[in-house]
């Protein structure tokens, strides 16, 4: 048994981290260079305007190293295409399920599986998708799922004054953190063979 990938998406669709483990396959969607600048150094912790949103400029992929960290700008190898069609197809199931089920779902739509893998789904009351792509021989794990949400996005993300909400996660401590806890998980198998 193993973890193949991991994605936190915001209620508008912003994949806000993605974390891959034993992910064999790549999608097939050419990858995009993101470089996120940070606010001007200039500007005053305690100003009264807001900072202004980081800026995103798409780089050609050629761009010499993709995890350069120049002059503080960390650029980061995203396919948005993949992403994107994660959450379409996330909200699609959702609404399918909701529509086609003869009994009232409490819970909704919580996993489904294909003949190669099992993506596993949580969504919290303020609208934050986890999902969590496995082999076929894991069980139910919305506890875990609630885990990652609850003791490290929530106490390591949302709680942390430098970590913006609505982009993506740029704490280290939280994707070492992450790291360990889905390492550490009875199903994730260092040889996935």
Known sequence: MTVHNLYLFDRNGVCLHYSEWHRKKQAGIPKEEVTRAPAQSGASPNAHSPSPAPLLQILAPSHPNPFSLNNRNLTLPLSLQEYKLMYGMLFSIRSFVSKMSPLDMK???????????????????????????????????????????????????????????????????????????????????????
């Open 107 to 193: 819970d909704g739509f919580l996993a489904f599986q294909t003949s190669r893998y099992k993506l596993h789904y949580y969504e919290t009351p303020t609208g934050i998708k986890v999902v969590m792509n496995t082999d076929l021989g894991v069980g139910p794990i919305r506890d875990v799922l609630h885990h990652i949400y609850s003791a490290l996005y929530v106490e390591l993300v949302v709680k942390n004054p430098l970590c913006p909400l609505g982009q993506t996660v740029q704490s280290e401590l939280f994707r070492s953190r992450l790291d360990s806890y889905v390492r550490s998980l009875p199903f994730f198998s260092a040889r996935a063979g």
